[in-house]
């Protein structure tokens, strides 16, 4: 089986087909979006297939060394990061067309008015580790 | 000690209660549930007899199973009714249970979950610790294997080949953890290879054990992956490799060749060369030859390829890679490494990155991208 990183992004993938936030949402609507995640998750570990899930805050810090006996260098938040993070979910499955599936439904989640969200998720495989019989 | 001891019994506890009556599912959660309980207080107080202990540790904890659930009442007064079993019977019992968890109706991953948990004995956690899967995960992966194949009737339970695989995936992709899922595996194989004669299951034990006769010398001390003909031999284990050359020759000798004894074969003949330098790429060659006529598997074809380009010169094994299809797993590996030998560093410097970029392990990617830098530093001279 391999695992799989299905990402979030606020910003930085293809545009999305609903540019509304979240925050302008009917309360009931976010209430059914973010049961649909729920739900989701706890399928996902009915079938086995569930590994982690976490939102991340849009506040971000970018860190760096800055030589011995010296404090880290931090810089930003920056409002206008190429790439935001929302947050992801690792699911464990047998292929990556299964993969594919999963991060569909996912991406069905509900948005304005009930309708799937069609949100753009990103897919990318874990390395694994290397197999006993190579040659 | 005692958890190895748990280990071995368990299959064997599992098929006493199926015959006292209970369901497979039902005596499969039973017995793990004696396991765990077994894993907790033999450590201080072994029982003299430790498979009937586990039996009456595991039937009565199907019993509370059965009676705290009310539709099962009447089966239950039913069993109770039942005359005490005898002792358990020899091999076969067990071996249904190989064939059951490895059955055709499971995915793959299903199949290796189900199979260390009833034939291998080993706790759920201790699989999702393996498989780096969250405890409840794994739990439920494992169930729902057991509803699947719960009601599969004896004679429907496919062949010996599914349970070779399953074995085989145990082996050759178990990640690490508390459990040595590899050594896990041979076990596994030596217990069905002692229960059937067939020389498929010896050759998939000899490739085990060959393969695994290398394992302190496949990483140096820094983790990383060492190549074949890199590799010091005086770290592979002798003993192993006597083993599984005897088992492969005796399996070869009954002349019903199968993809595992061609593996085991090829495997052999690494094992038998003093320095890479002396391996018999030609033997090697042939068997792979065999290996495509038996599985028509493209990784076989790529494999073929580079014990062509060792036996009959790099561009030979260019020419045997030319027809395969460029995005097969480790395609840009191979074709960088038969560049490199033909005198074409900067091919095999940019391949070698592409490679590195396409790796599926961590491992493979970290060596390739060594093998690019290091390349492109003799480029740079």
Same mark, same amino acid.
């Given at each position: 089986m391999t695992k799989y990183l299905l990402l979030k992004h606020?910003?930085?993938? +293809?545009? +999305?087909?609903? #540019?509304?936030?979240? #925050?302008?949402?009917a309360p009931e609507e976010v209430s059914a979006h973010l049961q649909y995640m729920g739900d989701f998750a706890a399928r996902l570990e009915g079938t086995g297939e569930f590994v982690d899930g976490q939102a991340l805050s849009p506040e971000g810090t970018f860190v760096r060394y800055d030589g011995e006996g010296r404090a880290p260098v931090t810089d930003g938040p920056f409002a206008e990061t190429k790439d935001l993070i929302a947050g992801w979910m690792v699911i464990d499955v047998e292929s990556y067309d299964r993969a594919l599936e999963l991060a569909a439904e996912l991406s069905a989640a509900p948005g304005p008015r009930g309708e799937p969200l069609r949100e753009w998720l990103e897919v990318r495989p874990f390395l694994s580790a290397p197999s006993t019989i190579a040659e | 000690m005692d958890e190895a001891l748990l280990r071995t019994l368990t299959p064997t506890v599992i098929c006493i209660l199926v015959r006292r009556g209970a369901d497979f599912a039902a005596a499969e959660d039973a017995v793990q549930e004696a396991l765990v309980e077994g894993l907790r207080v033999w450590p201080d107080d072994l029982p003299r007899d430790p498979r009937g202990w586990l039996v009456t540790v595991a039937w009565r904890r199907f019993l509370d199973a059965a009676r705290a659930d009310s539709s099962r009442r009447r089966r239950e007064e039913r069993l109770q009714d039942e005359p005490a079993p005898g002792p358990a019977q020899g091999g076969d019992d067990a071996l249904e249970l190989y064939f059951r968890c490895a059955h055709p109706s499971l995915t793959p991953g299903s199949a290796v979950a189900l199979t260390l948990r009833a034939? *291998? *004995?080993?706790t759920t956690r201790q699989i999702a610790q393996a498989y780096l899967v969250p405890e409840a995960t794994m739990a439920q992966r494992i169930s729902r294997a057991k509803r699947t194949v719960s009601g599969v009737r004896f004679d429907q339970l496919g062949d010996v080949g599914t349970v070779l695989r399953v074995l085989y995936l145990v082996f050759n992709e178990g990640y690490s953890g508390d459990v040595d899922l590899a050594s896990e595996a041979i076990r596994l194989t030596r217990q069905l290879a002692a229960s059937i004669d067939h020389e498929e299951v010896a050759g998939l034990l000899a490739l085990m054990l060959l393969h695994h006769a290398r394992r302190p010398a496949r990483t140096d001390g820094g983790g990383r992956l060492v190549p074949l003909a890199e590799q010091d031999r005086s770290r592979w284990d002798t003993d192993l490799i006597a083993e599984g050359v005897d088992v492969v020759q005796t399996a070869l000798a009954c002349d019903r060749l199968g993809e595992y004894q061609a593996q085991a074969a090829i495997a052999a003949l690494h094992a038998d060369a003093p320095t890479a330098d002396e391996t018999d790429w030609v033997q090697i060659v042939e068997w792979y030859d065999e290996l495509v006529r038996l599985t028509d598997s493209p990784v076989a074809r790529l494999n073929r390829a580079v014990a062509v380009g060792e036996a009959d010169g790099p561009r030979a094994g260019l020419a045997a890679l030319e027809p395969l299809d460029p995005a097969l797993p480790r395609h840009t590996a191979v074709a960088a490494y038969l560049h490199e030998r033909d005198g074409d560093p900067a091919t095999a410097a940019r391949l070698y990155a592409e490679a590195a970029r396409a790796a599926s392990s961590l491992q493979e990617r970290d060596h390739l991208t060594r093998q690019a830098a290091r390349l492109n530093a003799l480029l740079r001279d």
């Amino acid at each position: 089986m391999t695992k799989y990183l299905l990402l979030k992004h606020y910003r930085g993938g +293809p545009a +999305p087909l609903c #540019d509304t936030q979240m #925050d302008q949402w009917a309360p009931e609507e976010v209430s059914a979006h973010l049961q649909y995640m729920g739900d989701f998750a706890a399928r996902l570990e009915g079938t086995g297939e569930f590994v982690d899930g976490q939102a991340l805050s849009p506040e971000g810090t970018f860190v760096r060394y800055d030589g011995e006996g010296r404090a880290p260098v931090t810089d930003g938040p920056f409002a206008e990061t190429k790439d935001l993070i929302a947050g992801w979910m690792v699911i464990d499955v047998e292929s990556y067309d299964r993969a594919l599936e999963l991060a569909a439904e996912l991406s069905a989640a509900p948005g304005p008015r009930g309708e799937p969200l069609r949100e753009w998720l990103e897919v990318r495989p874990f390395l694994s580790a290397p197999s006993t019989i190579a040659e | 000690m005692d958890e190895a001891l748990l280990r071995t019994l368990t299959p064997t506890v599992i098929c006493i209660l199926v015959r006292r009556g209970a369901d497979f599912a039902a005596a499969e959660d039973a017995v793990q549930e004696a396991l765990v309980e077994g894993l907790r207080v033999w450590p201080d107080d072994l029982p003299r007899d430790p498979r009937g202990w586990l039996v009456t540790v595991a039937w009565r904890r199907f019993l509370d199973a059965a009676r705290a659930d009310s539709s099962r009442r009447r089966r239950e007064e039913r069993l109770q009714d039942e005359p005490a079993p005898g002792p358990a019977q020899g091999g076969d019992d067990a071996l249904e249970l190989y064939f059951r968890c490895a059955h055709p109706s499971l995915t793959p991953g299903s199949a290796v979950a189900l199979t260390l948990r009833a034939v *291998g *004995g080993l706790t759920t956690r201790q699989i999702a610790q393996a498989y780096l899967v969250p405890e409840a995960t794994m739990a439920q992966r494992i169930s729902r294997a057991k509803r699947t194949v719960s009601g599969v009737r004896f004679d429907q339970l496919g062949d010996v080949g599914t349970v070779l695989r399953v074995l085989y995936l145990v082996f050759n992709e178990g990640y690490s953890g508390d459990v040595d899922l590899a050594s896990e595996a041979i076990r596994l194989t030596r217990q069905l290879a002692a229960s059937i004669d067939h020389e498929e299951v010896a050759g998939l034990l000899a490739l085990m054990l060959l393969h695994h006769a290398r394992r302190p010398a496949r990483t140096d001390g820094g983790g990383r992956l060492v190549p074949l003909a890199e590799q010091d031999r005086s770290r592979w284990d002798t003993d192993l490799i006597a083993e599984g050359v005897d088992v492969v020759q005796t399996a070869l000798a009954c002349d019903r060749l199968g993809e595992y004894q061609a593996q085991a074969a090829i495997a052999a003949l690494h094992a038998d060369a003093p320095t890479a330098d002396e391996t018999d790429w030609v033997q090697i060659v042939e068997w792979y030859d065999e290996l495509v006529r038996l599985t028509d598997s493209p990784v076989a074809r790529l494999n073929r390829a580079v014990a062509v380009g060792e036996a009959d010169g790099p561009r030979a094994g260019l020419a045997a890679l030319e027809p395969l299809d460029p995005a097969l797993p480790r395609h840009t590996a191979v074709a960088a490494y038969l560049h490199e030998r033909d005198g074409d560093p900067a091919t095999a410097a940019r391949l070698y990155a592409e490679a590195a970029r396409a790796a599926s392990s961590l491992q493979e990617r970290d060596h390739l991208t060594r093998q690019a830098a290091r390349l492109n530093a003799l480029l740079r001279d």
